[in-house]
C-alpha cells in the first residue's frame, strides 16, 4: 500500500527515533490531537471485557492481548455501505503501522455485530477482500453457546448501537478505538474522515508507555515532535 508522503516522513521518524523521539509526552500528543484531530475523543477507563473467537475456533479475551495497544472496531461483512469503508481506513492504519517497529507491539480487532450470517468461512475471506494483514489483525464472533446480540451488546457497552432490523441491515454509527497494553480504553477516533497519522500517531506515544511529560524541557521540546515537524511543511 502506498502511503501519503507527509505520513511516510512521519512513519521514517517514528521508524528511526520511536521511542526517544516520543518519550517525552503522551499528554503532548493527546493535546495535540484535541486541538489538531475534531474526530478524537480521549477516554481513559477499563475496556469492557470479552470472550470471542476467530474463524477458525480459538477463544480470545481482552486479557490475552494485553502488553499490546488493541485498535478495535465493529462491523459485520454485509454491510452494504460504510463497514467496507471502515475496513479498508482500517486496514490503512496497519499498513501505516506495520512498516515500524511497531507491528510486533499492536494488534488490529475487527468484531462482527452479525454473527449468525458472519461464518467461519465468510470470516475468513473478509481480511484478504479488504487489505488487512491476519499477521496482526483477529475477526471476532461469537462462540458456542452465547446469545446471537452478544457483540452488538458489546458495541453498546464501547457507547455505540448496532440496531438489526428484519432483513439483516444494521443502523450504526462508526467508531475507532484504542486501548492500551493494560487494557485501558483510552480513545475514540469518530467515523472516516480523521487522519490516520493522528491515529498512528497515538498509539506509538502509548507504546511506548509516555504517560507523562519528563522534567522541564526546552520551549522548542514543548511544542511536540509533530507540530514541529509539521511547521516544515
Not at 68 to 74: E, G, I, R, T, W
Not at 121 to 134: F, I, K, Q, S, T
Not at 177 to 185: C, F, L, Q, S, T
Request: hydrophobic residues 40%.
Amino acid at each position: 500500500m502506498r502511503i501519503p508522503g507527509f505520513a511516510a516522513l512521519v512513519l521514517a521518524l517514528m521508524y528511526t527515533f520511536a521511542a526517544p523521539v516520543l518519550a517525552h509526552s503522551l499528554d503532548e500528543v493527546d493535546a495535540m490531537l484535541q486541538s489538531d484531530e475534531k474526530y478524537f475523543q480521549t477516554i481513559d477507563k477499563p475496556a469492557p471485557d470479552f470472550i470471542l473467537r476467530t474463524a477458525d475456533g480459538r477463544e480470545v479475551r481482552l486479557g490475552d492481548l494485553r502488553g499490546k495497544v488493541v485498535v478495535l472496531n465493529f462491523i459485520y461483512t454485509s454491510c452494504p455501505d460504510v463497514c467496507p469503508l471502515h475496513a479498508e481506513k482500517i486496514a490503512a492504519i496497519q499498513a501505516m503501522v506495520n512498516v515500524t517497529p511497531m507491528k510486533d507491539r499492536v494488534v488490529f480487532v475487527s468484531i462482527t455485530t452479525d454473527p449468525s450470517r458472519d461464518t467461519p468461512e465468510v470470516l475468513r475471506g473478509y481480511g484478504p477482500a479488504h487489505g488487512l494483514d491476519p499477521a496482526n489483525w483477529l475477526f471476532l464472533t461469537t462462540i458456542e453457546g452465547q446469545s446471537e446480540d452478544t457483540t452488538r451488546k458489546l458495541a453498546k457497552a464501547f457507547g455505540h448501537t448496532f440496531t438489526k432490523s428484519e432483513d439483516g441491515v444494521q443502523t450504526h454509527g462508526v467508531v475507532t478505538h484504542v486501548i492500551d497494553k493494560e487494557g485501558r480504553w483510552r480513545a475514540n477516533f469518530h467515523g472516516l474522515k480523521f487522519e490516520p497519522v493522528n491515529l498512528v500517531t497515538f498509539v506509538n506515544a502509548l507504546t511506548n508507555n509516555v504517560e507523562r511529560p519528563h522534567h522541564e524541557q526546552g520551549r522548542d521540546q514543548e511544542r511536540g515532535w509533530l507540530t514541529r515537524l509539521k511547521d516544515l511543511f
